[in-house]
């Protein structure tokens, strides 16, 4: 491995970790709203997923994707979630944008060493896009039917390849939200470009690889 990748993961590896710890101490502190409603999804294929945070001295900033294969009643299928999460440090004020649910097979595509994913969830039928605030003034926490939009991503495998194997269960709680995964997978690092919603991020440590028998369950 190039010692710039090494270096890279290493700093991905080390920065997830306080990300993670700040976010599990803002939730813990603010708390999700009530969870109502849920789609489930069986990802037995590939997948691409994308996680990261930055953090400044007036904002936490975090950015999620996940994009899986699966079928439904014998026929191939594709899930998508996203999240997008800002947070004013110094007030508690926050905003959490988020969307899954099922999208045209074609919108991704895996190809070799490469992924992609290009999709409008505004034009997408049953696709769930909703949008949360706090405001620590009122203590009101809200959430309503958003419109969705363009998100996309570019995966490319880093070579030589970093393979991981996992197995149990996966959780992401967010003001609104929980994503949760429960199954196996094989996978490689990769670097990602996405576009979520207007947010943009350039070459990200993310993942891509193959789920087996993996239950997602979106709780919102």
């Known amino acids: 491995m190039r010692k710039d990748d090494s270096d890279r993961l290493e700093k991905w590896a080390a920065t997830s970790l306080v990300t993670a710890f700040a976010l599990l ?44 294969r699966g079928s439904t009643a014998g026929q191939r299928t594709t899930f998508l979630f996203y999240n997008h999460f ?81 197995s149990g269960t996966l959780r992401f709680t967010f003001p609104g939200v929980r994503f949760i995964a429960t199954g196996t997978s094989d996978s490689q690092a990769a670097l990602a470009n996405v576009n979520v919603l207007g947010t943009v991020l350039t070459n990200v440590t993310a993942n891509v690889g193959t789920r087996h028998n993996t239950s997602i369950n979106v709780q919102h």
């Open 86 to 166: 800002i947070e004013d440090v110094n007030t508690g004020a926050f905003q959490n944008t988020f969307g899954s649910g099922t999208i045209p097979n074609s919108a991704f595509q895996v190809r070799g060493q490469t992924d992609s994913l290009n999709v409008d969830t505004s034009t997408v039928a049953g696709f769930v896009n909703q949008f949360c605030t706090f405001d620590p003034n009122t203590n009101l926490f809200t959430c309503n039917s958003a419109p969705g939009g363009v998100v996309t991503g570019v995966w490319s495998v880093i070579t030589p390849l970093v393979t991981f194997q996992n």
């Open 25 to 68: 101490l803002t939730l813990t502190l603010c708390g999700p709203a009530a969870v109502a409603q849920s789609a489930a999804f069986h990802a037995n294929g590939a997948f691409a997923d994308e996680f990261f945070c930055s953090e400044s001295q007036t904002s936490l900033e975090c950015t999620e994707m996940e994009v899986d």
